[in-house]
């Protein structure tokens, strides 16, 4: 089945630094893939749709200055949490969207998701 | 926008069948997902119902009415493995999905 592979799975760091979280789709093409934020105890929220050769869509609220996203291929896309602090610590799960015909009704594929932990 | 509604907690015997139900009143519809997740881990993929009526995979099952914005996850015969967190997700026509708070099932030997 289709996997999504994300990674590193946890990272932790002080606080300014900047943490690059990638996200490839292993077989499949995505041209759309998503990524979500959950804090604990708390559902996903979606932060920005990324979107392959062109620029991220953030949902209302998301500071796309802080949350860079790239979408350089159609396998990869990748979400750098820049000068982060402890209040981004949190669980950023991606995910993505097979963009072949007769996938309409699939179900987008969940990377491992990566666990932040800002100190 | 989209306001998604589950009950918060849940908790069955071991054997049992418990009705999760879900909610939702959403601008744009493409779908409805339920997904199943561990403490720290990512979510899973259980059912997808786009079409009004019952989904049936296993022990799990999924019901859907678009004209009432309702649907129900089943889950039979509960294995203590079933105990988790348990997402309704409603995909928009941007293929967006907006999640439930999700519901804790907790099941007991």
């Known amino acids: 089945g289709a996997v999504v592979s994300q990674h590193p799975s946890r990272v932790i760091c002080k606080s300014g630094t900047s943490v690059k979280i990638e996200c490839r789709s292993l077989?499949?093409?995505?041209?759309?893939m998503f990524w979500y934020r959950q804090f604990p105890k708390q559902s996903l929220m979606l932060m920005a749709t990324s979107n392959e050769g062109s620029k991220a869509t953030y949902e209302q609220g998301v500071e796309k200055d802080k949350f860079l996203i790239n979408h350089a291929s159609l396998t990869l896309s990748t979400l750098t949490v820049t000068s982060a602090h402890p209040e981004d610590s949190s669980f950023y799960i991606c995910?993505?969207?097979?963009?072949?015909?007769?996938?309409?009704?699939?179900?987008?594929?969940f990377g491992d998701g990566t666990r932040l932990s800002i100190l | 926008g989209q306001n998604i509604d589950q009950p918060t907690e849940m908790t069955a015997t071991e054997g049992a069948i418990v009705q999760i139900n879900c909610t939702y009143q959403t601008s744009g519809f493409n779908g409805l997902f339920w997904y199943q997740q561990h403490a720290g881990e990512a979510p899973t993929f259980l059912s997808y119902n786009v079409l009004d009526g019952l989904e049936e995979k296993g022990r799990f099952s999924s019901f859907l009415s678009r004209s009432k914005g309702y649907s129900y996850l089943l889950l039979k015969e509960l294995q203590m493995k079933d105990s988790a967190s348990y997402l309704c997700?409603?995909?928009?026509?941007?293929?967006?999905?907006?999640f439930g708070a999700g519901t804790t099932v907790t099941v007991r030997a």
């Open positions: 077989d499949f093409q995505a041209t759309t």
């Open positions: 995910s993505a969207r097979n963009r072949g015909t007769g996938y309409s009704n699939q179900p987008q594929h």
């Open positions: 997700a409603v995909r928009d026509d941007d293929y967006k999905l907006s």
